[in-house]
Each structure stands twice: as structure tokens, then as C-alpha cells.
């Protein structure tokens, strides 16, 4: 007969066990109702995105959503090629743009977890250009130069509070002369290192830890996780994140065997939507097949599918943790997850702030939209979407390829959707 212990402690293992299949939930189907969630309200969904695309208005969407590790919905709809007649599919691959920050930022908690560097470091200590930095002031005739009134940190490239924007702030004429605007990185013939070396000797828009001004500090930030680490930036997210958690269709440059499932891009204009020139710019197709393949841009280089971003989410949903690999321990997440903003603010939303890589609601009220207090999310420059609630225990990813993308509610609309059809 047991003793009395041991029943404890079979006790104690089947909770804890059942602990921690709650934190390792792993990504699989499952019906909206067994998580609270209506099929029936889930539909609205397709009805409502499908006269987007039947008003011209988008060529193609994927959705997906999941509840307590469940994909209750996951449809794509329209085209992936409008011009070719080819039907957008469920693994079409996208540009995620500044989708590809979050994935650095964990790159960088990574390497403070293995004790190769502390967010409070000066970024100097890995890229010494930047010991001594400058920031331009605007004045009635142009702006002045100044120094910077401290060294810029590793936290501040990873709130956004660098000071150094995309190359059109009160400098712009001195980011055009260096060649370096804009967050497409993909036509570059040079390493990433070497061109934030270059930012370096540049005026930012800010001084450091003043203002939310979003530029290049993820793209400085992956160079640094090249210093760091010794790897390229591509196999150190690779092997550190994307293999681990089965992310096999995300890549800085696509395979040539991938490269038709590479949605195309569209612009809205004032006739209607276009296709975008290729290879383009920053509203263009780009570069990512036929390119240098030199620049990994850890600020807006990624092409992923809607199911590798979900499992990226539900790792984080899971603090830390997807199908038996720790990516992050549950305090890194925690501190990625937080408001960081203090004496800067976050310019474009109310109740909202910014942690160490996606945007952070702290006051539901007052930004007004539908959603929870502690989601967290951001997007990218091709008119994607995602975000994590974890009161809801709830992740959606919405991908499309529109830039710019003028006068759509779709967004919106998407968030109203997906609450509405929560049950419980």
C-alpha cells in the first residue's frame, strides 16, 4: 500500500505536470467552442474580409487565430497574384517588415540569459563607433549638431528611445548624402555591421531615453547580436529561434524553390489598387530573391507565413517555452512584456506604451479599442498585423501586402471580429 506521501507526491506531479503543459502549449486545430470561441461570430470574419478584397480594396489576406493553443480559424482569401489569377494560400509567404523587431529583441534577451551582455550596456561596448554620438536640433534657420548628453544602451535601441529614426528627421540631408533612409535593406551590398557603423557618425532626431522615435535601433541591435554572438545574424536566429520552434518558411532571403509562394505587393492609389513596381524600393517587390543577399536586417528584413509568426506568439504567450524548447526563461518575457517608457511617450495610440519589442496596452480605456490591458503586438510596413492578449490566452496574426495602404478599416475591423466571437 502507498504511504500517505506518496500519494502526495503523485498529487504534486500530476499538477505540476499539467503546469506545464499549459506553458508548452504547442500550436494544433482545434473547434472554437472547446476554447470559448463561436464558429458561427468567427465567420463575420471571412464575410466582412472578403468584401475587401471584392472591392478592390485588398488582393489577399491570411488569417489566423488561436485560443489556448487552439487554431480556431485560419483561412486565406483572395489573391497572392491578382494579374496571374494565382489564389492565395494558407503557407503564402510575406514581408513582415518590422514584424522581424520582435524576433531580434529576443535575440538580444537571449545572449543576457547566456551572461554575453546586459540590455543596461553601452552600445559602444560592442560597436565602439558609437562611444560618441551626435543629435541634430532644429532651429529657426535649419538645426544645429550637438553632442549627445550620454552614451545610448542597448535598452534604449530596444524601446525605441535611441534617437535615431529612418534618415528623414531634422538631418535628413545628411542621411541622404550617406545613403541610408528608410528601412529596405534588401538591394544593399554590404554587411548591416558596416552600415551602422556608418549611422554612427550621423546626427540622431533625439537625444537618448528622451523620446519614442522609430528607426533603425533594431537594425543596429541585430549588428550587435553579430558582434556578440560571432555569427551572422540569420544562423543566430536561426539556430536560437526559428529552428527550435519550427519556423521553417522565415528567412532574410528566399529560396530560390520557395520564391512562388512570395506574395505580391500592391499599393493603394487614388484609382485604385496597383501592383508595385519591381524590384522597387520600399513600396516595391524587393529584393529578397534575386538580391546581394548580404544585409540582414534585423528592423523590417523577415519573410514569414502566418503559422511560423503564430508559433513566434504562442512561444511568448507560453513565457518561453514551445514544444519542449525554452527559448526564454518566464522573467524575460515578463520584462519584455512591460511598459518601459518613462519619460519618453509613445506618440501614435492612448493608453499604450512599448517594451523590449512590441507595443504594450496598459490603459484599455483609454486607447478604446477592444482588446486587454498587458496585450501586447505591433506590425509591419506592408499592412500586417498581430498581437497576444494573455488575459484571453489569445494571439492573432493578419497578413497582406499593401503599401501604403490609404483609407482602410481593416485593422480595426479585424480586432472587432476576433472579440466578438469570444463565448466564455
Not at 550617406?178 to 558596416?194: C, K, M, S, T, V
Not at 518566464?330 to 511617450?345: D, F, G, P, Y
Amino acid at each position: 500500500m502507498k504511504s500517505k506521501t506518496t500519494y502526495v507526491k503523485i498529487f504534486l506531479f500530476l499538477i505540476l505536470g499539467g503546469l506545464q503543459l499549459v506553458t508548452s502549449q504547442v500550436l494544433e486545430a482545434g473547434s472554437p467552442e472547446s476554447v470559448g470561441m463561436s464558429t458561427e461570430r468567427l465567420t463575420r470574419l471571412t464575410h466582412t474580409f472578403q468584401q475587401y478584397i471584392d472591392n478592390g480594396q485588398l488582393a489577399g489576406t491570411v488569417t489566423l487565430v488561436a485560443r489556448k493553443g487552439k487554431i480556431v480559424y485560419y483561412e486565406s482569401l483572395g489573391k497572392s497574384d491578382v494579374e496571374a489569377g494565382k489564389a492565395m494560400e494558407k503557407n503564402t509567404i510575406f514581408r513582415i517588415a518590422s514584424q522581424t523587431k520582435a524576433i531580434v529583441s529576443t535575440g538580444i534577451m537571449i545572449l543576457q540569459e547566456r551572461g554575453q551582455l546586459l540590455i543596461s550596456d553601452p552600445l559602444s561596448k560592442y560597436i565602439p563607433e558609437f562611444k560618441h554620438t551626435t543629435v541634430a536640433v532644429k532651429t529657426d534657420t535649419g538645426y544645429d549638431v550637438v553632442d549627445a548628453k550620454r552614451e545610448i544602451t542597448l535598452r534604449d535601441l530596444l524601446t525605441h528611445t535611441s534617437g535615431y529614426g529612418y534618415g528623414s528627421g531634422v538631418a535628413a540631408d545628411k542621411w541622404e548624402a550617406a545613403g541610408i533612409q528608410g528601412w529596405y535593406f534588401a538591394n544593399r551590398d554590404e554587411p548591416i555591421l558596416e552600415t551602422v557603423k556608418r549611422m554612427a557618425a550621423l546626427p540622431a532626431d533625439a537625444q537618448p531615453g528622451e523620446q519614442f522615435v522609430y528607426g533603425y535601433s533594431l537594425d543596429i541591435l541585430g549588428a550587435v547580436i553579430g558582434v556578440v554572438s560571432g555569427q551572422p545574424l540569420d544562423v543566430f536566429l536561426k539556430e536560437n529561434i526559428l529552428d527550435p520552434l519550427g519556423m521553417s518558411d522565415t528567412y532574410f532571403y528566399l529560396p530560390e524553390a520557395k520564391a512562388s509562394r512570395l506574395a505580391t505587393v500592391y499599393s493603394s492609389t487614388d484609382s485604385g489598387m496597383e501592383r508595385a513596381p519591381a524590384p522597387g524600393g520600399m513600396v516595391g517587390q524587393g529584393e529578397y530573391i534575386k538580391g546581394p543577399r548580404k544585409s540582414f536586417s534585423g528592423g523590417a528584413g523577415y519573410l514569414s507565413t502566418a503559422l511560423d509568426y503564430a508559433r513566434f506568439m504562442q512561444m511568448m504567450l507560453n513565457q518561453g517555452i514551445y514544444n519542449g524548447h525554452r527559448i526564454l526563461s518566464r522573467k524575460s518575457v515578463e520584462l519584455m512584456t512591460v511598459n518601459h517608457l518613462v519619460e519618453a511617450k509613445f506618440p501614435w495610440a492612448g493608453g499604450t506604451g512599448f517594451g523590449l519589442g512590441f507595443s504594450i496596452v496598459e490603459d484599455l480605456g483609454a486607447r478604446g479599442t477592444l482588446g486587454s490591458e498587458g496585450e501586447f503586438g505591433w506590425g509591419g510596413a506592408y499592412h500586417s498585423e498581430y498581437w497576444a492578449d494573455p488575459k484571453e490566452d489569445l494571439l492573432v496574426v493578419y497578413f497582406t501586402q499593401l503599401i501604403p495602404a490609404n483609407g482602410l478599416d481593416d485593422h480595426g475591423k479585424l480586432r472587432a471580429l476576433v472579440y466578438q466571437a469570444i463565448v466564455d
